[in-house]
């Protein structure tokens, strides 16, 4: 439960606030044994890109615990607990075998999947290779990712295939992964907060995204059976645009394109990229993405051509893209303001308005999944069913002449954004 702080109802009160209460753990903390690590535990999540695994073995950290990940010599993935099983040496020093990796202190060798093939070393008559195993975890490499399942082994679902991957007239590739040095859960939070995109990517830091992105827009939320989105609707000339980005339980977030200008009529157009926000330990987080690019000549809108190069990073995201710390004052972006929210946002210190339906909305659904864990069931989000899982996110520009009076038109793109959640929700029934 959240401890508040006291609500400050007179000038100069800073006083009052010397407690300051802490972090709500149930949400946030994701350690091994925590009830939202072991939520999150239940599904896959990725870990690295494919390229990463090369001649050499990459030491990570993934909720909280230290792994190692590699290529064997047979072409096959491992990814096991980073700490030799005989006296704990870092695997990230290990030789790689044609099965598995070797630790590089006295050679004991490990496969994939966790056998101990070989304890030089022991007597011949040892059997202890035979009995013991090092800790594996199952992965699945798709489309240039690594993903991983942390949890249960009885309980793993399926490797979830979303129809976002399998669209036509789109190829996918492997973003980029980048760092943040805070809690994964405020991160999550900003693809569910869509007044930033108009304050902090436009009014603040001039245009940072297209100028349309600039007007506020009607905001609305919706559940969707895999997580929620939010609706932005807004006018441009005489189209209606309604832009939905969505959050895939626990941590996927698909973006619609942020090239969208609204000025072209055109239907579901899914997103730009699909976005894991995997914790790293509870206090830092990896952003691991693909990118999905149009291939038609006349597709609507059209990838800009800098989106097809990994190298080439969204702007308004990393501190890097400031020379300056006075630079970064002035035209912050969001790694300004989501690390600066605390190390772990004290959800006791907020206070919550209008625009925060959509937090609100969210931490709901995730306690909702916590709660469905503790007690031995599927979290909503797993699917384990074998079709591709229907998902939201896309921008929709309907022509819709402009109404006579404000009042008029500020209804009129509030039922635009509602139909068009509803038309969609119906599809992915
Ligand atoms: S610590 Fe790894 S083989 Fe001895
Ligand atoms: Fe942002």
């Known amino acids: ?3 508040r702080a006291p609500f400050l109802s007179q000038t100069y009160a800073g006083y009052e606030h010397r407690d300051v209460p802490p972090e709500d753990t149930s949400l946030t903390h994701i350690g091994p044994g925590t009830p939202c690590g072991e939520y999150m535990r239940r599904f896959w999540h990725p870990v690295t890109f494919s390229d990463d695994l090369k001649d050499l073995p990459v030491s990570l950290k993934i909720l909280g615990e230290e792994l ?9 993935v491992g990814l096991l607990e980073l700490h ?24 004991w060798q490990m496969d994939v ?12 008559d040892s059997t202890l290779k035979d009995r013991l195993y090092h800790g594996a975890y199952p992965v699945q490499e798709y489309n240039g990712i690594v993903f991983a399942y942390l949890g249960p082994p009885d309980l793993m679902p399926p490797f979830p295939i979303f129809d976002s991957y399998e669209r036509p007239g789109f190829r996918m590739i492997p973003g980029r992964k980048y760092f943040y040095p805070c809690n994964w859960l405020q991160i999550l939070e900003n693809a569910m907060d869509p007044s930033h995109t108009a304050f902090l990517h436009t009014i603040v830091a001039g245009s940072q995204f297209t100028d349309e992105f600039g007007v506020l827009p009607e905001l609305d939320y919706a559940e969707t059976p895999v997580g929620m989105v939010y609706t932005a609707a807004r006018r441009v000339g005489d189209n209606v645009w309604v832009r939905m980005v969505e959050t895939v339980l626990p941590n996927l977030q698909q973006v619609a394109p942020i090239w969208e200008t609204g000025q072209y009529p055109h239907g579901f157009g899914g997103p730009m990229m699909s976005r894991w926000i995997v914790p790293i330990d509870d206090t830092n987080t990896m952003f691991i993405e693909f990118r999905h690019i149009a291939e038609a000549e006349d597709a609507m809108p059209k990838t800009p051509p800098w989106w097809g190069d990994r190298n080439v990073m969204l702007p308004a995201q990393l501190p890097e893209d400031h020379e300056t710390y006075q630079d970064r004052q002035r035209r912050p972006g969001d790694y300004d303001a989501q690390v600066t929210q605390r190390p772990i946002a004290v959800h006791g210190l907020e206070h919550l308005g209008a625009t925060d339906r959509g937090i609100i909305m969210f931490r709901r659904r995730l306690r909702k999944g916590i709660e469905a864990t503790a007690q031995g069931h599927d979290p909503e ?20 002449p402009q109404a006579s009076d404000p009042a008029e038109e500020t209804r009129l793109l509030q039922e635009m954004a509602r139909k068009l959640v509803s038309e969609y929700l119906a599809r992915g029934l």
């Open 1 to 3: 439960m959240t401890t």
């Open 68 to 76: 190692v990940a590699f290529r064997d010599k047979s072409g096959n």
């Open 84 to 107: 030799c099983p005989h006296r704990g040496t870092s695997l990230e020093f290990g030789i790689l075998c044609d099965h598995g990796i070797r630790c590089c202190y006295h050679g």
């Open 113 to 124: 999947d966790g056998r101990i093939l070989d304890t030089p070393g022991e007597p011949g």
């Open 381 to 400: 989000g797993i699917s384990r069913e074998e079709r591709p899982i229907t998902t939201y996110c896309n921008d929709s520009v309907v022509p819709v």
